[in-house]
């Protein structure tokens, strides 16, 4: 019953659903996108769901970071993510872990989901978890936030990668400001596409950049392109990836 409303969707079905409960998904960072995209993840049914993010709880947190009261204040988000996450769905599974993506260790931290969800705040962890997604062969959807906007692109093997847009996209740096419900859009729409690409269904934006600019109340959707210069490995389409619509 929880999920009738969206079974009822041709493009989601029993069957679809099924897929769903059956998924796993690594969300990297447990903050201001993430909150979003991790709710609604969980909203999706989203069988299995890795939580990864090494932060505490702080104050300055609360104003978007939903998944957390006072009462977190001070707790590791991973593991406060998981518990509120899992109270409200104890059908689905939430790993929490509490570690700092790093380029050594995103394997290990990572593993091997059927998606990878980033929603970090800093370019460094950028960076180390679209080389490990393009290594591995794994779907990354990518978001960023500053301000009243940001933007969501996905990323195979066969598409652009983060690396292959930078430096023309200004990522957002650490504790840039940001409106939080603007972070409420890009974690939505990261857990859109997440959802898309799970179940093989709609449009992912690989080789597309959403951008969105609430001030202007503009969406912008941006053609992507390999670059000859990026270090990843453009091989073909990711292993897990669905075919493309
Ligand atoms: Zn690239």
Request: charged share 20%; hydrophobic share 35%; glycine share 18%.
């Given at each position: 019953m929880r999920f009738d409303r969206q079974i009822q969707m041709p493009q989601i079905g029993e069957q679809g659903q099924q897929r769903l409960a059956e998924a796993s998904v690594t969300v990297i960072g447990a903050g201001g996108i993430g909150s979003p995209a991790l709710t609604y993840l969980a909203c999706a049914g989203v069988g299995h769901i890795r939580v990864v993010d090494s932060e505490a709880v702080n104050e300055a947190d609360l104003n978007r970071q939903?998944?957390?009261?006072?009462?977190?204040?001070?707790?590791?988000k991973a593991h406060a993510a998981c518990a509120r996450l899992g109270a409200d769905y104890p059908d689905l599974v939430f790993e929490p872990v509490a570690e700092r993506i790093t380029a050594q260790e995103a394997a290990r931290l990572i593993g091997r989901p059927q998606v990878i969800v980033d929603c970090v705040d800093t370019i460094e962890a950028r960076l180390a978890v679209n080389a490990y997604a393009m290594r591995a062969g794994l779907p990354l959807v990518e978001g960023g936030v500053a301000g009243f906007g940001g933007f969501a692109m996905a990323i195979d093997s066969a598409s652009p990668c983060l690396e292959c847009v930078m430096p023309p996209v200004k990522l957002k740096e650490r504790e840039s400001p940001v409106l939080g419900a603007a972070a409420g859009v890009i974690g939505s729409l990261e857990a859109i596409e997440c959802v898309k690409i799970l179940l093989g269904?709609?449009?992912?934006l690989y080789g597309k950049m959403l951008k969105y600019d609430g001030l202007r109340c503009r969406f912008t959707l941006i053609d992507l392109h390999i670059n000859?210069?990026?270090?990843q490995p453009h091989t073909g389409?990711?292993?897990?990836a669905p075919a493309r619509a």
């Open positions: 939903f998944l957390y009261g006072a009462g977190a204040l001070g707790k590791s269904i709609g449009r992912p000859e210069r990026c270090t389409a990711c292993d897990a």
